[in-house]
């Protein structure tokens, strides 16, 4: 096509819909899920800035402006939740989020494949499992006489309910999500590493290579791309420490290193129907987690030249 005559986005946009009219109807039920249960409910954001009450609604409920936001950040549950909430984030990101990439590798390196695939069903199954079960399960677990219990007083530790300590809550909260989500989550690297070419590794037994330079060197490097953008996705979902298992797990007596923003939010706005001052303190974290996202990505770009946009 000569300069000057290249065609306009709309037309581009229809030949590219007669052509592929198949692939945009499947994209319509994403897309609509994402308008209705994403982007519509934004609108109620507005709430954050108001005094809201059902029987006004939104827009007729009278606007306070950043009273609540004020409130939440001068009271003071403000540092403990945000401490919390971060010490929490941080210990996943340290150790929940390498261990599907370590399970991944080891599974990877196993030799006989029927070993291999009962390893990835025994720790895909915790998965699958309800999080009232797994929570359940932990509880008994780690209650006076629970197995974890008895197994501990065998090597000299005393018999405790550890749950009711809230110095050891971070410690069984990870634990349990490691156990629960770890294979899982492997598979992505488990594909990635399905991508990397086997050649490499032929090549460098040649120049003998062993199996743990083989992993420092062609493993880690093949995968790194896909580690680097589920670290991103990761760092824009830091503070969002899901509320359902802390629930579950926590008790008054752990709040003091149990209690994140998401519990707070549940607590304020569902218990206590405090409407507009738990919109604020969500509004708050999503909107740290969207900095934190952006700040990731432009790392990564710089970095290692891997991001999202």
Request: proline share 4%; with cysteine; net charge positive.
């Amino acid at each position: 096509m000569r300069k000057g005559t290249e065609a306009t986005f709309p037309t581009r946009f229809r030949r590219d819909f007669l052509l592929n009219k198949y692939l945009y109807l499947m994209m319509v039920p994403v897309v609509a899920y994402y308008l209705i249960f994403h982007y519509a409910p934004m609108y109620g954001a507005l709430i954050a800035f108001k005094e809201y009450t059902p029987n006004k609604g939104i827009l007729g409920s009278e606007w306070v402006g950043l009273q609540h936001f004020q409130e939440f950040f001068g009271s003071y549950y403000f540092w403990r939740i945000l401490k919390n909430t971060v010490i929490i984030s941080l210990y996943s990101l340290c150790f929940e989020f390498p261990a599907p990439i370590i399970l991944a590798i080891m599974i990877n390196e196993l030799a006989n494949k029927k070993f291999q695939r009962f390893v990835q069903t025994v720790t895909y199954m915790p998965y699958f499992i309800s999080l009232i079960v797994i929570a359940g399960m932990v509880k008994d677990f780690t209650n006076s006489g629970g197995l974890i219990n008895n197994l501990l007083t065998h090597v000299g530790f005393n018999d405790t309910a550890m749950l009711q300590k809230p110095e050891m809550f971070r410690t069984i909260y990870i634990l349990s999500e490691i156990w629960q989500k770890i294979g899982w989550e492997s598979i992505i690297y488990l594909a990635a590493l399905m991508s990397i070419d086997q050649e490499q590794y032929e090549a460098s037994k040649i120049d003998g290579a062993n199996r743990w330079k083989q992993i420092w060197h062609i493993t880690l490097p093949g995968i790194l791309p896909t580690i680097a953008i589920m670290f991103i996705l990761r760092m824009g979902n830091l503070l969002n420490v899901g509320f359902e298992k802390i629930i579950l797990l926590y008790n008054p007596s752990t709040y003091d290193t149990a209690d994140v923003i998401s519990s707070f939010v549940y607590r304020k706005g569902l218990l206590e129907f405090g409407w507009s001052y738990s919109s604020a303190v969500g509004l708050f974290n999503s909107v740290i987690n969207l900095a934190l996202l952006v700040t990731a990505n432009k790392i990564s770009k710089r970095v290692s030249e891997n991001s999202l946009w």
